[in-house]
């Protein structure tokens, strides 16, 4: 059984899904591979409080690692590479070669992009996290600009989101 609610974020509202009570998506406005509205299920919170009590933690700053439950729907390649972004600290970025190499696949590194765009539960599963092999911004299904605003408020730097942690001003993005 299916349910979903949307609350609101600084990048916009977020579709939360549940899945037999278990969050198994999260989806923004316009997001490639965002599955149709009717596919969500019925509308209801309650299987939702501790999502969005975490994800109001890490837009105030307060959170840095999602612990709420999740259920992962998709092949077992695609499951390992989610658990490897999410395995990508806070603030920082990886490159997709390096998340094939952590996978002992260093080949792997497009199979990997295209299980970084399939990821049902952006932000909280952090595909903002990866990047090109240069360090520059590459597809993010949410679009550029939103990855680019989560990098920068992970880092302190985004000027649209208040919070009490920030650090100004920040360093260019990390190169892998």
């Not at 916009?12 to 278990?22: E, K, W």
């Not at 409080?49 to 695609?78: C, I, K, N």
């Not at 679009?143 to 009490?164: I, N, T």
Request: a neutral charge; aromatic letters at 8%.
């Amino acid at each position: 059984m299916k349910q979903h609610t949307v609350i609101d974020s600084p990048y916009g509202p977020l579709t939360l899904v549940a899945t037999d009570g278990v969050l198994s998506g999260l989806y923004m406005t316009d997001q490639r591979h965002r599955p149709p509205e009717d596919s969500f299920g019925d509308p209801d919170d309650l299987p939702f409080a501790e999502a969005t009590e975490e994800l109001r933690a890490y837009f105030a700053g307060e959170l840095q690692d999602f612990s709420v439950r999740l259920h992962l729907h998709g092949t077992p390649f695609q499951r390992s590479v989610w658990a490897e972004l999410r395995r990508i600290p806070y603030g920082e970025t990886r490159s997709y070669g390096q998340l094939a190499d952590a996978l002992g696949n260093p080949k792997a590194s497009r199979a990997v992009g295209l299980a970084n765009g399939k990821n049902p539960l952006g932000i909280i599963v952090p595909c903002h996290r990866v990047v090109g092999a240069d360090g520059s911004l590459t597809g993010y299904g949410g679009g550029l600009e939103r990855k680019r605003r989560l990098l920068d408020f992970e880092r302190g730097a985004d000027p649209l989101v208040s919070r009490p942690d920030r650090r100004s001003p920040a360093p260019p993005f990390p190169r892998p």
